[in-house]
C-alpha cells in the first residue's frame, strides 16, 4: 500500500510551467523597453550616415553634366519629404530614414533658381529637437530647426 501514495517525480506540474513562462515574459518586456533607446541611437547614426553620403553624392555630381543642367551644378530638386530618388549614378536609389515616418523623413529644400546650392537634413530621434542637415558648405549636426529654405544656415 505504500506504493500508492508514492509521489511522482518526473516532469513539471502546470503551474510550475505557467509561473516560468510568466517570469520569463516579464524579464523580455523589461529587456525590451531598455532597448528604446538603443534603436533610436542606431537610427540616429544611420541618417547621420546617410545625410553625409548624400551630401558626398551631390558634391560628386556637382560636375557632372549627367546630374544637373550643365556643368557646376547640383541636381534640380523639388522640397518635400524623401524628394530625390537618385543623385545622378553616385547614389540610386536614394536612401530613405530608417523609421520612414513623418517628422523623420529626408527633407529636401527646392533649389529652383540656386542650382549651385542644395539641402536635405533629417530630425534625430535621440536628441531633442535636433536636426541633421546637409549642403554645399559641409554637413551640420545642431540644428534647431528644420532648415526651410536655401542657403541651409
Not at 2 to 17: A, C, N, S, V
Not at 128 to 136: D, G, Q
Request: charged fraction near 20%; proline fraction near 5%; aromatic fraction near 8%.
Amino acid at each position: 500500500m505504500q506504493h500508492i501514495f508514492k509521489r511522482r517525480t518526473k516532469g513539471f506540474t502546470l503551474i510550475e510551467l505557467l509561473v516560468v513562462i510568466a517570469v520569463i515574459g516579464m524579464l523580455a518586456s523589461i529587456v525590451l523597453v531598455s532597448l528604446g533607446p538603443a534603436r533610436e541611437k542606431a537610427r540616429d547614426a544611420r541618417r547621420k550616415s546617410d545625410i553625409r553620403q548624400i551630401s558626398l553624392a551631390m558634391e560628386l555630381c556637382y560636375d557632372d553634366s549627367a546630374c544637373g543642367t550643365a556643368r557646376e551644378q547640383y541636381l534640380a530638386m523639388s522640397a518635400g519629404a524623401n524628394a530625390v530618388s537618385a543623385i545622378g549614378t553616385y547614389m540610386d536609389p536614394v536612401p530613405s530614414d530608417p523609421s520612414d515616418s513623418s517628422p523623420n523623413q529626408y527633407i529636401w529644400v527646392s533649389n529652383a533658381g540656386n542650382l549651385d546650392k542644395f539641402c536635405v537634413s533629417a530630425k534625430l530621434e535621440n536628441e531633442a529637437n535636433t536636426w541633421i542637415a546637409a549642403s554645399e558648405k559641409g554637413t551640420r549636426f545642431d540644428l534647431t530647426a528644420v532648415p526651410a529654405a536655401i542657403p541651409c544656415w
